[in-house]
């Protein structure tokens, strides 16, 4: 055997025997609960107390009842084969949102009836009202406040790029958005007015406000996690790394902690108060040998935030205890 092959071969060995190592000293807790709820992957996803809303790659959207999991309904509101983008779950669990690049769809969990459609150009993240009477719509250069009952757009809230994130206060007067322009903006509902703009070295990459709507949080790519008053617009609190991008958060409902996933695979924990991660997971993987891991694309505390939801674009869901 030639040296180069030799060397080759070693290579190779320690490769496989670091993977395997990691692998068997893995001491992270492990999931109480994992369904497969997609085999092909998914484009997106939202979790609410009882439901799981899925965009799976082939176009169509999954509503699943968490406990005892059960599929509800299968929705496609066009013929078009792009997938399910952007979605949401109202909070109070009557209305559902799914979006395509181009078209937006609400929907009564109920019964699964298909209340509207509407087209839009260049969707870029949705979100609803906690009655899910509204939706916050980010597209290429603003987000706009609209009314599904009524078919129309109340307020628009304009960026220098896409709006790829938005929310909703719980009480239905705040409204954050989050562009490719390094702003975040927090606006009034009840006035249309523009309150704050943070301004961030690149685009946002997550956002929420606290179900108290004291604050906002806001992460941009490669960066700390901060938050910020919303009646002042000062910075509260920025926890560390300095160096890390989410693709999902939540908050517990007392507002005392924070879950967050990150674009490689991880969940952490966090204890607002004292800025430290005091525990994380990591999700199943498709093959425990690969090295490649699926972003995780929604949490929800449940059970009074004793235990929680996540899922992952790789399709699986899994249920963790705090």
């Not at 992460?219 to 910020?228: Q, V």
């Amino acid at each position: 055997m030639s040296g180069k092959m030799a060397n080759m071969k070693k290579t190779v060995l320690f490769a496989l025997c670091l993977i395997f190592s990691l692998t068997a000293c893995d001491t992270t807790p492990k999931a109480k609960r994992t369904y497969e709820l997609s085999p092909e992957g998914l484009f997106s996803a939202s979790l609410s107390e009882h439901y799981a809303l899925t965009g799976n790659v082939q176009g169509s959207a999954q509503l699943w009842q968490l406990k005892p999991k059960k599929l509800m309904h299968n929705w496609q509101h066009t013929d078009e084969k792009e997938g399910i983008l952007y979605s949401a779950i109202a909070d109070a669990e009557q209305y559902a949102l799914t979006a395509e690049k181009d078209s937006l769809a609400w929907w009564r969990i109920a019964d699964g009836v298909l209340m509207n459609v509407w087209y839009l150009p260049n969707i870029h993240s949705v979100t609803l009202s906690a009655d899910g009477q509204f939706a916050l719509i980010g597209l290429a250069e603003k987000a706009i406040y609209y009314s599904l009952i009524h078919g129309k757009t109340l307020y628009e809230f304009p960026h220098d790029g896409a709006v790829t994130h938005v929310d909703i206060s719980a009480d239905s007067q705040l409204a954050l958005t989050g562009s490719s322009d390094a702003t975040a903006k927090l606006w009034d509902l009840s006035t249309g007015k523009l309150k704050y703009t943070w301004q961030h070295r690149s685009k946002l990459a997550s956002l929420l406000i606290s179900p108290d709507s004291r604050y906002a949080l806001t992460n941009s790519g490669l960066s700390s996690i901060r938050l910020w008053n919303t009646q002042t617009g000062k910075l509260y609190k920025q926890l560390p790394p300095k160096l890390i991008t989410l693709s999902s958060v939540t908050f517990s409902a007392n507002g005392k902690y924070l879950v967050t996933g990150r674009v490689a695979q991880r969940i952490d924990l966090w204890n607002i108060k004292t800025r430290k991660i005091i525990k994380y997971w990591r999700p199943k993987k498709t093959r425990k040998w690969s090295p490649a891991a699926a972003t995780i694309l929604a949490l929800h505390f449940a059970e009074n935030d004793r235990k929680i939801y996540s899922i992952a674009s790789n399709g699986y869901l899994q249920l963790w205890r705090k």
